[in-house]
């Protein structure tokens, strides 16, 4: 079965810091992949996604995703976060060319910016 | 924009009671989905329908059903409510597989209690 590992369970940053969040997925066939964010009290929400291409992506609020085939990665970074980011993010993969129709979600970051 | 509307924000059921949650969508996708989100296992897939009155099962199908009888409204049922199906219960929607239709549109979650 395919399987979304994101490593790092709860980061804390100050405003300004540098982030990355990482995911890894195990399917090696062709995939959609996604990060999904949930801010405090409200709906998930599409953060940026891969379908083919640049394997930069860049999404919503400055934040991008690099797609790195030969590493099954797709990580999350932002130069500068900022207290508003406070999170919990997710990653998810669509296999492409199997029979798997949905998206299958990792554990989820969650990220707390101190002001 | 797309809308994703689930019935019930919070409900308290008692264990084996029998428990529906509703989920409309009102931009005539295709796929419709539910997922259930624990804190630490981020989500897991229950079902998923991609056509009127068909389904697949997800990961944890287990003491859940589900009913699409139209194409706006996807049910999932809890035949016999326990304990550990307290959990916060995700819809959601997608136009098809298609990359480019491929991005899932969330409902606001319902929050069920068994106890």
């Known amino acids: 079965a395919q399987s979304v590992s994101q490593h790092n369970h709860h980061v804390i940053l100050s405003e300004a810091a540098s982030l990355e969040l990482g995911c890894n997925y195990s399917?090696?066939?062709?995939?959609?992949l996604f990060w999904y964010v949930q801010y405090p009290g409200q709906h998930l929400q599409l953060l940026l996604k891969?379908?083919?291409?640049?394997?930069l992506v860049k999404g919503i609020k400055g934040f991008e995703a690099e797609f790195i085939k030969s590493k099954f990665s797709f990580n999350l970074r932002k130069p500068s976060v900022q207290w508003s980011d406070t999170a919990e993010y997710f990653c998810a993969v669509n296999p492409m060319d199997t029979g798997r129709r949905a998206l299958t979600f990792g554990s989820g970051t969650r990220l707390q910016v101190q002001p | 924009d797309v809308k994703v509307t689930q019935s019930s924000r919070y409900l308290v059921k008692r264990t084996g009671e029998k428990v529906f949650l509703e989920c409309v969508q009102d931009?005539?996708?295709?796929?419709m989905f539910w997922y259930r989100q624990d804190p630490g296992l981020g989500l897991r897939l229950i079902y998923f329908?991609?056509?009127?009155?068909?389904?697949e099962k997800g990961d944890i199908p287990e003491g859940y059903s589900v009913s699409r009888e139209k194409k706006e409204r996807f049910s999932l049922i809890l035949e016999s409510a326990s304990t550990n199906q307290t959990s916060m219960y995700l819809c959601a929607s997608r136009q098809g597989l298609v990359s480019g239709a491929n991005v899932l549109t969330f409902g606001a979650g319902s929050r069920l209690t068994v106890l």
């Open positions: 329908s991609y056509d009127v009155k068909m389904k």
């Open positions: 399917y090696g066939g062709t995939v959609n």
């Open positions: 931009m005539d996708h295709e796929n």
């Open positions: 891969y379908f083919s291409g640049d394997p």
